[in-house]
Each structure stands twice: as structure tokens, then as C-alpha cells.
């Protein structure tokens, strides 16, 4: 095992109806970035690139992310299901509570969580633009020992 | 502890509530945020993961009178829950619902 995460969220369920994400929609967390895969379901401007994320949603999922990208189990963080798959929805109401008790609400999404293990992390490929600056590379205090050791 | 001195609103967020499991809350359970922190004399418990969307639905209340102003939609009697999944994907979360109490500046 590398050590080095990706997060895929991947959307298994909207309830009601969401602008931005449909099932099967991805977001891939890697490190310090957020990439959405596919297309978004609203074009925000004519001619411009559609791949806008739902702000909203990524705060619900920030308690979350820093541990997933460094590899902690979902069934760790309390959030896995029975198929140890971690599983977060954004912070609207489904839209039974809306057909049973009026709550408002326009729709939610459920995110499945999977951890991929990975060779490089994208802020891996700058390691060696920080060195030359005399700056640590990404990662922490044991890869400063690792560039040590390598130019003994 | 001023930093956000301009706040004219307490939020209370109030755990209505809770479907399937969850280890923290039992439905009635207060929160209260005020002038930038949680009064943790009138809070019960907090949970963290519950904290990341109460975050943002405090900073927003603190200040709806400038919304409420400009005409927008109202969403004071808008619920919001935890980000964690209710069965059959996950084992619950929580509702909870937020009441803006005016505050002398």
C-alpha cells in the first residue's frame, strides 16, 4: 500500500430533484483539489466550461475529506453503510420529509465514498519545484527525511 | 471577543428530529451560536460532523435581516441535517431546525 489516497465520491441516489449532481455524477477529492467528472445538469454560461461543483455539498463533506485523503477507512469515520462503502448526502432534507411533514426542501443527494490507492497525488509532481525554493515537499516530516536520505 | 460584533442575531438550532441511528443526538438537544462562538452555557452537545452545515447556517442567520431586506427568498423555517446517510446507505442523521433570536448591540 502506497500510503497516497484518491477520494471518488460517486452519487447513488437524488431525492427530489438537484441542479447540479444526478446519479452516476463523480467528484474525485485529490489532496488538496476537487474535480467534478462529468457534466453539470445546468450550464452556468453559454461557451464556458461546465464542471461546477455544488459549494454547499463540499462543505458538508469537509469534516470528512482530510481524513479520507490520507486513508482512513469510512467504517472508521462512522459513515460507512453495510457494504463498508462510506456514504454522506448534502444538507438538504429528502424529499419524504417534505411529502410527510412539509419540511422544506428541493432535493438531496447521497454520495458513495471509495478510497483508491494511488502511486502520486496530483501535488506530487511539485515536490521537486519546492525543493529547489528550500521548501519541504508535500506530504509531511517523513518525506523531508525521505529526500535526506536519498541525497546521502 | 468581538469578532463578530456586528452580529444582531443569536441562532439557536434546535435537533428535531433523528432518523435511523445516531450516537450523539436524541431529538430536542439545543445548540446555540452567538456573537461568533457556541454559548456553551445553553448548548447540550455538539457534534462536529454536524458542525460543518451549522457553520455556514450560522454565519448567514447572524445576519438575515440583510436578506429578509433585499426581498430574497425566506428561508428561516428551512430545516438542514447532518451530511451523514440515513439507511439504507448509512445508519441516520439528524434534523434540526434553527431559531434567530434578535440581540441588542
Known sequence: ?152 | MNMAYKAKYKVIATVDNVHGICPVYKGGEKIVMQDGVLNLQETDVVCLQLLSTLIHEYMVKQHQDYWKMEGGFDYSKEKTKCPRAGPPYGEGYVIVSTETVPQEL
Not at chain 1, 462510506?86 to 443527494?109: A, I, Q, R, S
Not at chain 1, 494511488?118 to 521537486?128: E, L, P, S
Open chain 1, 1 to 152: 500500500m502506497s500510503g497516497k489516497f484518491i477520494t471518488v465520491l460517486e452519487c447513488v441516489e437524488v431525492s427530489g430533484f438537484c441542479p447540479i449532481y444526478k446519479v452516476g455524477s463523480k467528484v474525485v477529492i485529490d489532496e488538496c483539489l476537487v474535480w467534478r467528472t462529468d457534466n453539470c445538469l445546468v450550464q452556468y454560461r453559454a461557451g464556458t466550461a461546465e464542471s461546477a461543483n455544488c459549494y454547499p455539498f463540499l462543505v458538508d463533506v469537509a469534516p470528512y475529506f482530510r481524513s479520507l485523503c490520507r486513508g482512513v477507512p469510512p467504517k472508521e469515520l462512522g459513515i460507512a453503510g453495510a457494504d463498508d462503502y462510506g456514504y454522506v448526502t448534502c444538507k438538504n432534507l429528502p424529499v419524504k420529509w417534505f411529502l410527510d411533514h412539509e419540511y422544506y426542501t428541493h432535493g438531496n443527494v447521497t454520495f458513495r465514498i471509495q478510497l483508491l490507492p494511488t502511486d502520486q497525488n496530483y501535488n506530487d509532481q511539485f515536490d521537486d519545484d519546492l525543493r529547489q525554493r528550500n521548501m519541504p515537499p508535500y506530504g509531511g516530516s517523513s518525506r523531508i527525511d525521505e529526500t535526506s536520505a536519498s541525497a546521502d
